[in-house]
């Protein structure tokens, strides 16, 4: 039995969007790329903006000695301001260097501050529905997941959060704007999050982190605010990368930021530095840092998503399929054509879709059945070329 | 309290280090960064080939089109390849792309593995000394070391190996060129160990993984060569990096290679492949990968770090000091002083050091008590310039 039964547990349960995935190879092979409407990954087809990439010749051509060698686990100094000073102005707070630590993308942000915090059985609450990776995020490091339901227009249900919070609850995971609805937490909604975690913290004297995974913040629309999470909380951790913002999910850079008047804060930090060491990050990529550093206000061009949620929506509803208004992120999440107000199978809708060459995934992945996710970082064209096929499909769903 | 009993325990057993690098650089302060004598820390101060350098200005003025997007998770299939060919030749074996996932440095690859074979109180048996970060490696994914003494040369003790092996065995786990020590273990002692585990496992039903942690392999001297560990013994698996060999330790970029006859090799690579996606590395760093793979065969200048061994030797013998004669990697382990063949007192010698400016890690810290280890990853100026103050510290050491 060499393979872990862990790991052998959860090969044979994720293989089946991994069998999506070769699936959707297998069909644009067959069928031509230009004819499948690949919907299914959340991988930004945009180029990093320009001044990224100008940075980046900068730097190389610029070749400072021990550029690619080590730096304190945290990561540069410089580059920790810089992105404390971005933070403070997200956050509404004020941050030092000290606050922020350099990570491998968001996941290995989550994973350090996990591994940080968690106690054996611990438990960190999401609401449904959620990214699927903060399952295996948790028990890595031996906590579990507590899922609660969401309000039904996917807002955070605090009292179904307050409902959940015992003496293990070591921290609330949020993340908005949320993949895969789309949804923004208003800030009222963050403000009675926080009252409730306090009055919890005061009564049982254990106070959850609140852990804000923000890799979307960027990306909103039609004037539509991320509100800040670090100064409306004081025990809060917001980590997020650089992947979606600036198109650069393959170099796996971002950070962890962590509120000035949070419990514990010194040894947080150094629980979090010391779990980026030993985890095997050691440290976020040296150039990308660097690089990072110097454009860390500039963000992906929000418009051209914009048009393209608009077009989604369009195609949706001329193919009269429900969906929640998308405020944020690329995704758009739509209802599963069903009798008599019936969850409807999204297992199969995705199958049948499939037959018509459109790939989305379905909400039972992240934990809401009935729904679909459909990622719209692809080009416009594909989206309305989706149009015919999406009527066809759904309207062939039913018999 | 809030965060995890396990790290808090970490943090404060681990403070005597942090402690030491904080009054090195106290030191250099005090005394001008020239008159301090600083041997603690492994990172390379050699610059990248100018292969590497030039690879990478290319590759950023090309700007190919998503070069900074996901890729599957373990790597561009063009950069295991090129790390395959390299894999087959150092180690005797046919290996192709799908037995090579790209890694975040040898520290993500160990974790990655480890995660993926590691069932609840599974051991892992290394001999001392050894590098001390690889006891919470198994720590995180729920096993533990098993430490064994090694020779009297600090040769692998095969013997010691064997009689250490037990049901619980998941992985022996060597590191050769060694650190601390320098020594390359033998072909011959390979083989050895090889026949023990093969014989163990045919005993008892449960064949341990050799997992050999090899980011030195390329920096050896005076005609001596690492040999081949995938060929060596079917279940095997070696992990790596460029940080050492193209000083790029900073950047986290290295390679996991699996022996084609490797037991139940198919999970072990889709488990390393999910260990590697939800321990949050997701995938190695995209342009560094890329870059890698085009000067795949490029190494440090070796030489320099001869010349550098040549000096420190010299600088050892000249103050009396007994050390391990140094094989590869770029340290020096040496023989704390000490009356009557007792065991030497690390702490209080390298505190002795301190004192007249010269930095070195006590060899307790990598579970080798009397030994102190010395890195030659600095210039060569240093090392001479050391020799005075190493003689007046080693006579004045016993009374």
């Given at each position: 039995?060499?393979?872990?039964?862990?790991?052998?547990?959860?090969l044979?349960?994720?293989?089946?969007?991994?069998?999506?995935?070769?699936e959707?190879?297998?069909?644009?092979?067959?069928?031509?790329?230009?004819?499948?409407?690949?919907?299914?990954?959340?991988?930004?087809?945009?180029?990093?903006?320009?001044?990224?990439?100008?940075?980046?010749?900068?730097?190389?051509?610029?070749?400072?000695?021990?550029?690619?060698?080590?730096?304190?686990?945290a990561?540069?100094?410089?580059?920790r301001?810089?992105?404390?000073r971005?933070?403070?102005?997200?956050?509404?707070?004020?941050?030092?260097?000290?606050?922020?630590?350099?990570?491998?993308?968001?996941?290995?942000?989550?994973?350090?501050?996990?591994?940080?915090?968690?106690?054996?059985d611990?438990?960190?609450i999401?609401?449904?529905?959620?990214?699927?990776?903060?399952?295996?995020?948790?028990?890595?490091?031996?906590?579990?997941?507590?899922?609660?339901?969401?309000?039904?227009?996917?807002?955070?249900d605090?009292?179904?959060?307050k409902?959940?919070?015992s003496?293990?609850?070591?921290?609330?995971?949020?993340?908005?704007?949320?993949?895969?609805?789309?949804?923004?937490?208003?800030?009222?909604?963050?403000?009675?999050?926080?009252?409730?975690?306090l009055?919890?913290?005061?009564?049982c004297?254990?106070f959850?982190?609140?852990?804000?995974?923000?890799?979307?913040?960027?990306?909103?629309?039609?004037?539509v605010?991320?509100?800040?999470?670090?100064?409306?909380?004081?025990?809060?951790?917001?980590?997020?990368?650089?992947?979606?913002?600036?198109?650069?999910?393959?170099?796996?850079?971002?950070?962890?930021?962590?509120?000035?008047?949070?419990?514990?804060r010194?040894?947080?930090?150094?629980?979090?530095?010391?779990?980026?060491?030993?985890?095997g990050?050691?440290?976020?990529?040296a150039l990308?840092?660097?690089?990072?550093?110097?454009?860390?206000d500039?963000?992906?061009d929000?418009?051209?998503?914009?048009?393209?949620?608009?077009?989604?929506?369009?195609?949706?509803s001329?193919?009269?399929?429900?969906f929640?208004?998308?405020?944020?992120?690329?995704?758009?999440?739509?209802?599963v054509?069903?009798?008599?107000?019936?969850?409807?199978?999204?297992?199969a809708?995705s199958?049948?879709l499939?037959?018509?060459?459109?790939?989305?995934?379905?909400?039972?992945s992240?934990?809401?059945?009935?729904?679909?996710?459909?990622?719209y970082?692809?080009?416009?064209?594909?989206?309305?070329?989706?149009?015919?096929?999406?009527?066809k499909?759904?309207?062939?769903?039913?018999?």
């Amino acid at each position: 039995m060499p393979v872990s039964e862990t790991v052998k547990n959860a090969l044979s349960s994720s293989s089946m969007i991994r069998k999506m995935f070769e699936e959707g190879a297998a069909l644009k092979k067959t069928h031509g790329i230009e004819n499948v409407f690949d919907f299914s990954l959340g991988n930004p087809d945009l180029e990093p903006p320009v001044s990224f990439k100008e940075t980046l010749k900068k730097l190389v051509f610029e070749d400072a000695p021990g550029s690619h060698g080590y730096m304190p686990n945290a990561g540069f100094n410089e580059v920790r301001e810089a992105a404390a000073r971005k933070v403070s102005r997200d956050h509404k707070v004020e941050i030092g260097a000290d606050g922020v630590i350099m990570s491998v993308g968001a996941a290995g942000a989550l994973n350090s501050v996990l591994k940080a915090i968690l106690n054996p059985d611990d438990e960190v609450i999401v609401a449904k529905p959620f990214f699927m990776e903060y399952r295996p995020y948790a028990l890595n490091h031996g906590g579990r997941l507590v899922e609660v339901a969401s309000a039904p227009d996917f807002n955070l249900d605090v009292e179904a959060v307050k409902a959940a919070l015992s003496l293990k609850t070591a921290a609330v995971l949020i993340n908005s704007p949320n993949n895969p609805t789309g949804r923004v937490y208003p800030a009222k909604t963050i403000a009675e999050l926080s009252r409730v975690l306090l009055e919890h913290g005061e009564a049982c004297g254990r106070f959850p982190y609140l852990i804000a995974d923000e890799p979307y913040r960027e990306i909103v629309y039609g004037g539509v605010s991320v509100p800040p999470i670090l100064s409306a909380y004081p025990h809060s951790i917001a980590a997020t990368s650089f992947s979606k913002s600036l198109s650069l999910p393959g170099e796996r850079i971002g950070y962890i930021a962590v509120s000035p008047k949070a419990c514990d804060r010194e040894n947080l930090l150094a629980g979090i530095i010391y779990a980026t060491r030993t985890l095997g990050f050691v440290n976020a990529p040296a150039l990308m840092q660097r690089c990072v550093a110097a454009v860390m206000d500039e963000k992906a061009d929000v418009s051209v998503y914009e048009k393209r949620r608009d077009a989604f929506k369009k195609t949706l509803s001329d193919s009269s399929l429900d969906f929640v208004e998308p405020e944020g992120a690329f995704y758009i999440f739509a209802r599963v054509p069903s009798k008599n107000g019936a969850t409807g199978d999204d297992a199969a809708f995705s199958a049948h879709l499939k037959k018509h060459l459109i790939l989305g995934v379905p909400g039972s992945s992240f934990g809401a059945k009935g729904w679909i996710r459909f990622a719209y970082c692809v080009s416009e064209k594909t989206i309305l070329n989706s149009a015919d096929a999406f009527k066809k499909a759904v309207s062939s769903f039913l018999p």
